[in-house]
């Protein structure tokens, strides 16, 4: 495994436009502070959200994701929300029984408002991650080493 | 062949004449011998003489409900074990189907059929929709542990046990073929525009195929074990989807196939649906 001290994770968030991306903008805006890890991906709703554009994004070398939409009850399209929930309640489980570790898979609601907790939130999903370290992907061989051996390196 | 399923196969030949030559039905699927191997395989019968090609046996494992996808807009009849008719509900809750457009010939106390595990932990011996029953009913009821062979594992041994297990997939789609719940017009797995997952034979891809599979099945899997007994790798991918299974029914109650008018487990919501996992 890469050293886990210097490892700087790469998450996707996937946040939803009416509700957890006002809250990163307002976190921005008030100057908070949060780590710079997370990829940001701007989505219509929590519902729009396919589960396998997680699975993918697992593939593809991300070390973790996170989800982010409105709460229960304050969904801009009334039930997206809901709808998303039991999807990935499914989806996490399905992702630790194969032996992927939960903390990589994180789910989360957060209003236009709470740009502090989003700002706690990021804090502590990278807390979460750098945790377990690196993803090493479905196949064990590591993405960094391919990215390296890519780039001529060892 | 023993008495009883001797007796199931002369009551099916004889009902569906009577249907055929009545023009009930257009058509009757059901099982019979193959031209060549003389294997169970599943028939299509239209003209009533043929009627007595239909057979039951316990080799009778094929999943037939989903030629029914292939008859929409005729009257189709279809010789039905309890874990067809569930997947008949599966399409009736999902509007695939229309009701009227088949008539259900349903097997009576299914005792299982040889070699598949997935038998074992059924609990549905009748079937749950149907129009003519054959033989009688089982009485007591029956509630199998869905078993968990991984329980014992570490979270690091299950990814190394189903790192191992998908290494070996040739990715024939088989499985896919053999599962009534595939009924999409384009798999995922076969679309490039985008493409969710590389086609060729990977340990990566192989891995996000199996989770992007078990994830299309998630409320809809009947864990009937067609998808095992199809591949030729014998790989164990149905330990996902009946996980899922397992997910479902302890966190929402829900068993997929049991209710036609009841919705499929992600085609609806409630307002207090459990949050387990999810940060607060
Ligand atoms: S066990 Fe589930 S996934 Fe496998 S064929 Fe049956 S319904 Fe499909
Ligand atoms: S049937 Fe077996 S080998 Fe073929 S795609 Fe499915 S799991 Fe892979």
Same mark, same amino acid.
């Given at each position: 495994?890469?050293?886990?001290?210097?490892?700087?994770?790469?998450?996707?968030?996937?946040?939803?436009? @009416?509700?957890?991306?006002?809250?990163?903008?307002?976190? *921005? /805006?008030?100057?908070?502070?949060?780590?710079?890890?997370?990829?940001?991906?701007?989505?219509?709703? /929590?519902?729009?959200?396919?589960?396998?554009?997680?699975?993918?994004?697992?593939?593809?070398?991300?070390?973790?994701?996170?989800?982010?939409?409105?709460?229960? *009850?304050?969904?801009?399209?009334?039930?997206?929300?809901?709808?998303?929930?039991?999807?990935?309640?499914?989806?996490?489980?399905?992702?630790?029984?194969?032996?992927?570790?939960?903390?990589?898979?994180?789910?989360? @609601?957060?209003?236009?408002?709470?740009?502090?907790?989003?700002?706690?939130?990021?804090?502590?999903?990278?807390?979460?991650?750098?945790?377990?370290?690196?993803?090493?992907?479905?196949?064990?061989? *590591?993405?960094?080493?391919?990215?390296?051996?890519?780039?001529?390196?060892? | 062949?023993?008495?009883?399923?001797?007796?199931?196969?002369?009551?099916?030949?004889?009902?569906?004449?009577?249907?055929?030559?009545?023009? %009930?039905? $257009?058509?009757?699927?059901?099982?019979?011998?193959?031209?060549?191997?003389?294997?169970?395989?599943?028939?299509?019968?239209?003209?009533?003489?043929?009627?007595?090609?239909?057979?039951? &046996?316990?080799?009778?494992?094929?999943?037939?409900?989903?030629?029914?996808?292939? =008859? %929409?807009?005729?009257?189709?009849?279809?010789?039905? %074990?309890? #874990?067809?008719?569930?997947?008949?509900?599966?399409?009736?809750?999902?509007?695939?189907?229309?009701?009227?457009?088949?008539?259900?010939?349903?097997?009576?106390? #299914?005792?299982?059929?040889?070699?598949?595990?997935? #038998?074992?932990?059924?609990?549905?011996?009748?079937?749950?929709?149907?129009?003519?029953?054959?033989?009688?009913?089982?009485?007591?009821?029956?509630?199998?542990?869905?078993?968990?062979?991984?329980?014992?594992?570490?979270?690091?041994?299950?990814?190394?046990?189903?790192?191992?297990?998908?290494?070996?997939?040739?990715?024939? =789609?088989?499985?896919?073929?053999?599962?009534?719940?595939? &009924?999409?017009?384009?798999?995922?797995?076969?679309?490039?525009?985008?493409?969710?997952?590389?086609?060729?034979?990977?340990?990566?891809?192989?891995?996000?195929?199996?989770?992007?599979?078990?994830?299309?099945?998630?409320?809809? #899997?009947?864990?009937?074990?067609?998808?095992?007994?199809?591949?030729? $790798?014998?790989?164990?991918?149905?330990?996902?989807?009946?996980?899922?299974?397992?997910?479902?029914?302890?966190?929402?109650?829900?068993?997929?196939?049991?209710?036609?008018?009841?919705?499929?487990?992600?085609?609806?919501? %409630?307002?207090?649906?459990?949050?387990?996992?999810?940060?607060?």
């Amino acid at each position: 495994m890469a050293a886990k001290e210097n490892f700087e994770p790469k998450i996707l968030a996937f946040l939803c436009n @009416w509700c957890s991306y006002a809250a990163a903008d307002l976190a *921005g /805006s008030s100057r908070m502070q949060y780590p710079p890890q997370i990829r940001v991906i701007r989505v219509p709703c /929590s519902g729009r959200i396919d589960p396998f554009l997680l699975i993918r994004a697992f593939n593809s070398g991300a070390d973790g994701v996170l989800v982010s939409g409105c709460h229960p *009850g304050d969904c801009h399209y009334l039930d997206g929300n809901y709808y998303a929930r039991r999807r990935f309640l499914m989806l996490k489980e399905l992702m630790q029984y194969a032996g992927i570790p939960e903390e990589r898979v994180n789910f989360t @609601w957060c209003s236009a408002s709470e740009g502090k907790r989003f700002a706690a939130i990021v804090d502590r999903v990278v807390a979460r991650i750098k945790e377990v370290g690196p993803w090493e992907g479905f196949d064990g061989r *590591g993405f960094a080493r391919r990215e390296e051996e890519m780039a001529g390196g060892k | 062949m023993e008495n009883k399923y001797l007796e199931i196969s002369k009551k099916i030949q004889e009902e569906s004449r009577k249907l055929l030559s009545e023009g %009930k039905v $257009e058509r009757i699927i059901g099982f019979g011998r193959g031209e060549f191997t003389k294997e169970i395989t599943p028939i299509f019968v239209s003209d009533p003489d043929r009627a007595d090609e239909l057979l039951f &046996t316990p080799e009778c494992d094929m999943m037939l409900a989903k030629y029914l996808l292939d =008859y %929409k807009g005729s009257k189709t009849g279809i010789v039905a %074990k309890p #874990c067809d008719t569930r997947a008949i509900t599966v399409y009736l809750a999902e509007e695939l189907i229309k009701r009227e457009e088949v008539f259900i010939i349903g097997i009576n106390d #299914c005792e299982g059929l040889d070699d598949n595990d997935a #038998c074992e932990e059924c609990g549905i011996r009748n079937p749950v929709v149907v129009d003519l029953e054959i033989g009688q009913p089982r009485k007591e009821e029956i509630d199998p542990e869905i078993k968990d062979e991984l329980e014992e594992m570490t979270r690091e041994e299950r990814f190394e046990y189903f790192q191992k297990e998908f290494s070996r997939c040739i990715r024939c =789609y088989a499985c896919r073929e053999a599962c009534f719940v595939c &009924t999409c017009d384009e798999c995922f797995a076969d679309s490039n525009q985008p493409q969710w997952v590389g086609a060729s034979i990977g340990k990566r891809d192989n891995f996000t195929f199996h989770l992007m599979r078990a994830m299309h099945m998630a409320g809809r #899997c009947i864990n009937c074990g067609a998808c095992e007994q199809a591949c030729p $790798e014998g790989i164990n991918m149905r330990a996902l989807t009946k996980h899922l299974y397992r997910v479902a029914k302890d966190v929402y109650q829900f068993e997929p196939g049991l209710d036609p008018e009841e919705k499929t487990l992600f085609a609806t919501y %409630k307002l207090n649906d459990s949050e387990q996992g999810f940060l607060d």
